[in-house]
């Protein structure tokens, strides 16, 4: 059964560096999405995209985040200059084509700056 | 804006028994779509069943259904036969139609223990 894939699963960082988190995901799905999850709190939306573009993003996703699809398959989530409230879950997650509505989400990197 | 909320942070059932669990949402829309997801803790999020606003019927997944009440804007979740692999924390999420991105608003979450 297809998957979502998300590397690394774990990121140690230094505030003000920089991370990139990277997804592969469904192949055949169209829409693209990045959440994050801090410890013991609810999933929040960060950003959306469809056909090479950004089609939402959240209050959080602001001039330190963006994201690309490079390629066909990889889908990815940089933070410029990481804060220690960046620490977190991030999950990746894939929806198909127009009429399908469940998104399937990758097994999350957890992003630790220190 | 759309909100999900889940009042009970905590549940327990007991193994072979049965357990609801609650959510409500407010919306103004009348197009949607209802998720529960369970996050066991490998923190993988797992997707357990979905509602479409416009279907009366409750969805059924083997031991998982929904009660799907549209007017009080609830949607609560039913294990039945519990088993000790669905303890896990298990998160309601709404999906707007009108929205294009189509993004997850997720409630905060029930922890759900399964006693042997």
């Known amino acids: 059964e297809p998957e979502v894939t998300q590397t690394p699963s774990h990121q140690v960082t230094q505030m003000g560096q920089e991370v990139i988190l990277r997804c592969v995901p469904i192949?055949?799905?169209?829409?693209f999405y990045w959440y994050r999850q801090i410890l013991g709190q609810k999933v929040e939306f960060l950003v959306s995209?469809?056909?090479?573009?950004?089609?939402?993003k959240s209050e959080i996703f602001d001039d330190q985040f963006s994201v690309e699809r490079p390629d066909g398959s990889n889908f990815t989530l940089k933070i410029r200059s990481t804060k220690l409230e960046d620490s977190a879950m991030y999950f990746c997650?894939?929806?198909?084509?127009?009429?399908?509505?469940?998104?399937?989400f990758g097994p999350g990197t957890r992003l630790t700056v220190t | 804006a759309q909100t999900v909320t889940q009042s009970q942070p905590e549940m327990s059932v007991q193994e072979a028994e049965t357990v609801t669990l609650s959510c409500t949402y407010d919306?103004?829309?009348?197009?949607?779509?209802l998720f529960w997801y369970k996050q066991p803790p490998s923190r993988q999020m797992i997707l357990v069943i979905r509602?479409?606003?416009?279907?009366?019927q409750n969805a059924t997944e083997n031991r998982f259904s929904v009660n799907f009440q549209k007017a009080a804007k609830s949607f609560s979740l039913k294990i039945s036969d519990s088993q000790l692999g669905d303890a896990a924390m298990y998160f309601c999420?709404?999906?707007?139609?009108?929205?294009?991105?189509?993004?997850?608003?997720f409630g905060q979450g029930t922890e759900l223990s399964v006693k042997p």
């Open positions: 999420a709404y999906r707007s139609l009108y929205n294009q991105g189509g993004k997850l608003i």
């Open positions: 997650a894939s929806r198909g084509g127009r009429g399908r509505h469940e998104q399937y």
């Open positions: 509602q479409e606003a416009y279907k009366q």
């Open positions: 192949s055949n799905h169209l829409y």
């Open positions: 919306t103004s829309e009348s197009d949607y779509y």
């Open positions: 995209f469809y056909n090479n573009e950004i089609s939402e």
